[in-house]
């Protein structure tokens, strides 16, 4: 069984600052990593997503993860926030594999606020 | 990527009573989700939504509960029965569009008050 950690439940930052938002995960075999951002009244949408290869993986908006296996670690990163940027944000993982990666396990949010 | 529908985009429902939820995709798709987003906490997968047989259910999730069909590759339902206020959430159905894509993408949810 997989779990996640989202080491901080939330995040204020001001407009145009760098922020992190931290996921840690725990998994006895190969994971698939992904982010999803939820902005207020609306479903998930897909930030990005680890599945091998490259460590440094980039997504929309200009955000970008950096997978850490020794760490257990797929933080999430972006040089410069907007308001818009404004939203709830989950990391979430999945068992590698075909048949095995379809279960996915959210950790419990960062609501990252974007101040003027 | 795909598209995907929800009906209603959110009810209030008296205890006691159920709702069918309907979840359209706008191709086929290989697999169907159902999450549960309780207010202000994350999501918990409720189950698997097989084509053609019984859905593949959580721990903590039951049938009689949570009945779900999915009668073709783009289409799936989720009922929830008796309902009680601490069926209030979201809900939310989810995609994996192909078995080498392991992404999942979601609906928009269904934002349930149960009174």
């Known amino acids: 069984a997989q779990s996640v950690t989202q080491l901080d439940s939330q995040v204020p930052v001001f407009e145009e600052a760098p922020v992190e938002l931290r996921c840690n995960y725990s998994?006895?075999?190969?994971?698939?990593l992904f982010w999803y951002v939820q902005y207020p009244n609306q479903g998930l949408q897909l930030l990005l997503k680890?599945?091998?290869?490259?460590?440094l993986v980039k997504g929309i908006n200009g955000f970008e993860a950096e997978f850490n296996k020794s760490q257990t670690s797929f933080h999430l990163r972006k040089p410069s926030v907007h308001i818009s940027d404004t939203a709830e944000y989950f990391c979430a993982v999945s068992e590698a594999g075909i048949t095995s990666g379809s279960r996915l396990t959210f950790g419990e949010g960062t609501q990252l606020t974007v101040n003027p | 990527s795909a598209v995907i529908s929800q009906k209603p985009s959110r009810d209030i429902c008296q205890r006691g009573t159920s709702l069918t939820i309907q979840c359209q995709v706008d191709?086929?798709?290989?697999?169907m989700f159902w999450y549960r987003q309780q207010p202000g906490q994350s999501l918990t997968l409720i189950a698997t939504?097989?084509?053609?047989?019984?859905?593949?259910?959580e721990s903590g999730f039951v049938i009689d509960k949570f009945p779900i069909s999915r009668p073709n590759l783009t289409f799936s339902t989720l009922t929830v029965s008796n309902m009680s206020p601490e069926d209030s959430s979201i809900y939310l159905c989810?995609?994996?569009?192909?078995?080498?894509?392991?992404?999942?993408?979601f609906g928009p949810g269904t934002r349930l008050t149960v009174t």
């Open positions: 680890y599945l091998s290869g490259s460590t």
């Open positions: 191709s086929q798709v290989t697999m």
């Open positions: 939504a097989n084509q053609g047989s019984e859905a593949t259910y």
């Open positions: 998994s006895s075999v190969s994971v698939y």
């Open positions: 989810s995609v994996r569009v192909g078995l080498h894509s392991y992404e999942q993408y």
